[in-house]
């Protein structure tokens, strides 16, 4: 038998055994009825090391199932990476704090020597939030500063501590929103200050997170059918 002939054998024997893992996957799903999807059936990998640098994530941290936290990526205690959300740092770093939520579906990338800003990490502070959908790429936050849904910041900004981008937003590069203001539009301008309630909010929002992110936690960690079960 020649090479090319015991690749394609090897090659066929291959997709033989993984079309068997699958049939028996759906087989074992069927008979596991409700309790198909727990987590330790899911093939996805939520935090990856990409080019020898690994993401360092406190134990603490929720990391949704289906989030993907990829590369040089530092996340502090007790924060959140929900469902959908991609933190993807390859052409540079992300710095993420503690106690800071990245919503569902949430984009934090950077900025490498190939983009035409230049390079730009991703800081991300403490008590953060960061609504579902938002992009934050190659950017600053400071602590105790709140992201809307669906906003976009773009490279260099810096939004400092107790500013507030508005839902649908886009800040354009290189712009820095004071503290104490919230921001909207697009592109994104100063609308008013915050009164001090207003800005006691974004802590109690994200310490708010915080307790569904361990909830959320909780629930996943239940591998085992029996912890399913009420006792009578």
């Keep these: 038998m020649t090479s090319v002939h015991m690749e394609r054998a090897v090659y066929a024997f291959g997709r ?3 079309e068997v893992g699958l049939a028996l996957d759906r087989v074992g799903c069927r008979l596991q009825g409700n309790f198909a999807h727990a987590e330790d059936l899911s093939r996805h990998q939520s935090v990856l090391s990409l080019l020898g640098q690994k993401p360092n994530v406190e134990s603490n941290v929720f990391v949704a199932p289906n989030a993907a936290v990829i590369g040089d990526v530092k996340i502090g205690a007790l924060s959140s990476v929900w469902y959908g959300a991609v933190l993807r740092g ?6 993420i704090g503690s106690n800071t939520s990245i919503g569902d579906h949430a984009i934090i990338h950077v900025s490498g020597n190939n983009q ?7 800081i991300i502070g403490n008590n953060v939030t960061i ?5 934050v790429h190659g950017s600053t936050l400071k602590d105790n500063c709140s992201i809307e849904v669906g906003a976009i910041v773009f490279d260099r900004v810096v939004v400092e501590e107790n500013a507030v981008v508005g839902a649908g937003s886009v800040v354009t590069e290189g712009t820095t929103v004071p503290s ?5 539009g697009t592109p994104a301008r100063f609308v008013r200050k ?17 307790g569904v992110a361990t909830q959320h936690a909780t629930e996943h960690k239940k591998q085992s059918f029996d912890k399913y079960i009420e006792t009578e």
């Design 16 to 18: 033989a055994v993984r």
């Design 90 to 95: 390859d052409v540079n770093s992300i710095t």
């Design 116 to 122: 035409r800003t230049g390079p730009s990490p991703t």
């Design 131 to 135: 609504g579902n959908g938002a992009i």
């Design 180 to 184: 104490g203001e919230p921001w909207a």
């Design 194 to 210: 915050l009164t001090s309630e207003e800005q006691s909010n974004i802590q109690k929002a994200a310490d708010g997170w915080q």
